[in-house]
């Protein structure tokens, strides 16, 4: 289950009525500084953007690669622990704006997780440590600590003890 408040709104969709939930301001300087963060090839100078300007929580020798998108509206509610990386073109969202409604939920990642390339995830989940998300998955609910999870629908494909397993091999 995901844990995102919910806001409903009446006449037009919600995305329509964006500035009315976040500043103009806000969601143009975000989109400045993950442009750049998009392209920019030293983690250190990525991280510290996206720490100093989108207020966003990244542990020490965590790695975005090349072209991750953040939330733009609410990156502040991402949270990413030590040494982990995000894969390729990943999308991280905390937000989602609906017809009759948006949600916002926090996001967070934990240490050491591998995420693999072109994935989603969707507000409101926690991915435990040390767990693996493989390439195109859509996270849309919690990931245990040290699972191996995929697909689409995303289900376990192995569990923290057959991880284990698997790695004293």
Known sequence: MRR?????????????????????????????????????????LKNWLYRTFLGMDIGSYTSLAFMVMVDIMFPEKIKIGQ??????N?????????????????????NE????????I???VKIGDRAVVA????????VPEGCFV???????????EEMDQRRKV
């Open 113 to 120: 997780v591998m995420i693999g390339a072109n994935s989603t």
């Open 135 to 142: 390439a195109g998955t859509v996270v849309h609910k919690d």
């Open 122 to 124: 969707l507000p409101g």
């Open 4 to 44: 995102t408040d919910r806001y409903p709104v009446s006449g037009s969709n919600s995305l329509w009525q964006v500035y009315k939930t976040v500043s103009f301001w806000k969601v143009f300087k975000n989109v400045l500084i993950i442009l750049i963060g998009r392209f920019i090839p030293f983690m250190p």
């Open 90 to 110: 990943t999308t991280i969202l905390a937000h989602e704006y609906l017809v009759e409604e948006y949600r916002l939920g926090n996001v967070e990642i934990g």
């Open 83 to 88: 040494n982990s990386i995000i894969g390729y």
């Open 150 to 160: 995929g697909g689409n629908p995303m289900r376990i494909i192995y569990t923290k």
